[in-house]
């Protein structure tokens, strides 16, 4: 997908290939065979925390021999959505993307933190019909009755098959804020400390002092890069603004750079990284970080700011939380995700209550994707 917007060098972030999870390092996540129920939380009434069953992609390609023929992929903790495992596929394959022909998802590809589905096959495979079975909408509501709808669907077809039923999803809600540990702060070499702790030493870009010493930046913002930089790669979540030698961008300049249109407001936010969909910045004014689509609105502005965490700090003890655990989710059984997703949601209200202060915050819809089983 050559000189698409918000992708870092080296063109598309390609999903990982499914591994065996690598040995716990923390207590943090689900192993052996009974673990403690819901981490020692209170069973929900109708049973233990359970992550949704996900959904099918089924894409239909023309093989170099003219013949048709197909991939299916579903959803599974850990894994990215089905339709990056069937890029993931189709590039192992070497087939041309004016090859493939249709794809059918059982829910409407989204265009979501975690993923931005339906933006990858826009710009991948031009020439592809789409189709779905449930759709899924751009609020919590709307996206909550397509996986209402996901689920009545597929309970129709296991009666069809004669199949057993699958565990009913059942999300735990947070504890009340009373009742939530917030983590302490910590200085900037601890945040660095955890960084490579979570992504090693080669996953993690410092930035040297003369790139963060534009007027402007917060002295916190400054100190945070330079002592603990940003990892490059959290794949499917995030990927850090990592050019050596150059200032940290605003907005303004990474949109120019690309080609677009930047938003009158866009010198106001300093760029972080990138979730495949939108600009992940530090907001002027605010020290908070939010992610802001590259190019400009039609009445040319950045939309509506998606809030990510109260501050830099915050943000990167957050994705190093995530760089932590996320392998530890492939492979668990529905009730394994769900407690992992319980364990999971509690450690980022540790860190940032503010992080899921509103469902259409972004760790929200990535939790909430978590929760219905979408990766």
Do not use: K
Not at 117 to 127: A, K, Y
Not at 236 to 265: H, I, K, M, N, Y
């Amino acid at each position: 997908m050559p000189g698409a917007p918000g992708v870092p060098p080296g063109g598309h972030p390609a999903p990982p290939a499914p591994a065996a999870p690598a040995p716990a390092h923390s207590t943090a996540a689900p192993h052996g065979p009974t673990p403690p129920a819901a981490y020692g939380y209170p069973q929900q009434p109708g049973g233990a925390p359970t992550v949704g069953p996900g959904y099918m992609a089924v894409l239909r390609y023309r093989a170099p021999d003219g013949s048709e023929q197909q991939l299916i992929r579903r959803s599974a903790p850990g894994t990215p959505h089905p339709e990056w495992q069937i890029l993931h596929e189709l590039r192992a394959l070497n087939v041309p993307p004016h090859q493939v022909l249709e794809l059918h998802t059982e829910l409407e590809s989204c265009d979501l933190p975690g993923g931005y589905c339906s933006r990858m096959i826009r710009e991948t495979w031009p020439q592809v019909r789409v189709s779905h079975t449930a759709a899924y909408g751009t609020d919590h509501a709307s996206r909550q009755q397509g996986m209402r709808h996901l689920v009545e669907h597929q309970g129709e077809l296991h009666q069809v098959a004669d199949a057993p039923p699958r565990p009913a999803p059942l999300r735990a809600p947070l504890p009340p804020p009373h009742q939530i540990q917030l983590a302490p702060p910590v200085p900037p070499d601890a945040l660095g400390h955890e960084l490579a702790q979570s992504f090693g030493p080669q996953g993690v870009f410092r930035f040297d002092q003369h790139a963060v010493s534009r007027q402007g930046i917060p002295d916190i913002v400054g100190q945070v890069l330079v002592w603990a930089g940003v990892p490059t790669d959290v794949g499917p979540f995030f990927w850090g603004q990592a050019q050596p030698g150059r200032p940290v961008p605003t907005l303004a300049e990474l949109a120019q750079e690309r080609g677009a249109q930047p938003a009158s407001d866009a010198g106001s936010y300093l760029v972080m990284g990138n979730d495949f969909g939108r600009q992940l910045c530090v907001q002027y004014g605010t020290a908070h970080i939010v992610a802001v689509p590259l190019e400009a609105t039609p009445d040319g502005g950045t939309g509506h700011p998606q809030f990510v965490n109260t501050g830099l700090p915050e943000f990167i003890r957050c994705l190093a939380l995530l760089g932590r655990m996320w392998r530890l989710r492939y492979g668990l059984t529905p009730e394994q995700a769900g407690r992992w997703t319980v364990d999971f949601q509690l450690q980022l209200a540790m860190l940032d209550p503010a992080a899921l202060s509103t469902p259409e915050n972004w760790w929200s819809v990535l939790l909430e994707q978590m929760w219905d089983g979408l990766f």
